[in-house]
């Protein structure tokens, strides 16, 4: 019964990333819309993640909440694997790589910025 606060958190939070991402592929449909929006959330990942441990290392839930709810909720690399394997080949070679190099970049693009902001 201990995990159940933890378990809402990060189902309320994933409510809230999944239809923020239905909105922006509503509003911008293309298989591009779904790298812009693991890109941006993997950039968020990172300066939440240290943000909220430096910031708030007590707090038992923000962190589910934010990381593992909205953003677990708002990005969506199953999405992009069937995007790649929709794709005509030379778009999806390049949507594959697109999203595993940018992901990544941003993840540590996010954490190395947050990190100089706590340093501060």
Not at 100 to 120: D, Y
Request: proline letters at 4%; hydrophobic letters at 55%; one cysteine or more.
């Amino acid at each position: 019964m201990r995990n159940v606060p933890v378990v809402v958190a990060v189902a309320a939070g994933g409510v809230l990333g999944a239809l923020a991402r239905y909105g922006l592929s509503t509003l911008w449909p293309s298989v591009w819309t779904v790298w812009a929006i693991n890109v941006t959330g993997c950039f968020l990942i990172g300066v939440l993640t240290v943000l909220i441990t430096r910031r708030r290392p007590e707090s038992r839930l923000i962190r589910p909440f934010w990381t593992t709810g909205v953003l677990g909720g708002y990005t969506t690399f199953s999405t992009a694997s069937v995007d790649v394997v929709r794709a005509a080949p030379a778009t999806a070679l390049a949507l594959l790589g697109a999203t595993i190099v940018s992901a990544l970049i941003a993840v540590w693009l996010g954490t190395a910025l947050a990190e100089r902001m706590v340093a501060r």
